[in-house]
C-alpha cells in the first residue's frame, strides 16, 4: 500500500498556519481543531510544521517575550519531513522513527495534500502484517493438509 491509499482511508485534513501568525493565534488554532500539529505556510507554500512540541520546547527554554509577541516562524521546525503520495508505507514509517516524528504532512507538487499520524501508518502496517502472517499460516496448514492425503 502506499501514501496516496492510506489518505484516503486515514488522511487527516491539513490545518495550516501561517508563519507571520504569533503562536497564541496558532495554539488557539491547534485547540479548535484539536490537532497536535499545523504545516506552516507562506504563500500556500510549506515550509514548515508547528508542533505541540515545539511550542513546549519554546515554553520551556524561555524565549524572551510572551507568545502573543512571537512568530510562527520564530518557533516553527523549519526541517519539513513529508511524504510524496506515491510513496511506501514501509519506507515512510522507516523515515517517521529514525527521525522521532508523530505528524507527517503529504505534499505532492509543492501543495499540500493530506497529514498522516504515525498511529495511521503503524497501524495499516500491522493490518498488512497481520493479513501475511494469516496468509502464511492457512498456506502452511493446506501443505500439511496436502501432505497427510
Known amino acids: 500500500m502506499n501514501i496516496s491509499q492510506l489518505l484516503e482511508k486515514h488522511g487527516k485534513h491539513p490545518h495550516t498556519v501561517s508563519k507571520d501568525c504569533n503562536v497564541v493565534d496558532a495554539i488557539e488554532k491547534m485547540t479548535l481543531t484539536k490537532s ?5 505556510t507562506e504563500d500556500d507554500f510549506p515550509i514548515g510544521i508547528l508542533t505541540e512540541h515545539d511550542v513546549f ?7 524572551t517575550g510572551s507568545f502573543s509577541e512571537m512568530k510562527v516562524a520564530d518557533v516553527m521546525t523549519r526541517d519539513l519531513i513529508f511524504a510524496s503520495p506515491d510513496e511506501n508505507i514501509s519506507h515512510v514509517l522507516d523515515r517517521m522513527l529514525t527521525s522521532h516524528i508523530h505528524h507527517l ?14 498511529n495511521d501508518i503503524v497501524r495499516q502496517h500491522m493490518e498488512a502484517l497481520n493479513a501475511e502472517l494469516q496468509y502464511l499460516h492457512e498456506y502452511i496448514s493446506r501443505l500439511q493438509d496436502a501432505g497427510n492425503d
Do not use: E, F, W, Y
Not at 520546547?57 to 524565549?63: F, T
Not at 504532512?105 to 504515525?118: A, F
Open 36 to 40: 497536535s500539529a499545523l504545516i506552516v
Open 57 to 63: 520546547r519554546c515554553h520551556v527554554v524561555g524565549k
Open 105 to 118: 504532512p503529504v505534499i505532492d507538487s509543492n501543495k499540500i495534500k493530506g497529514m498522516l499520524m504515525i
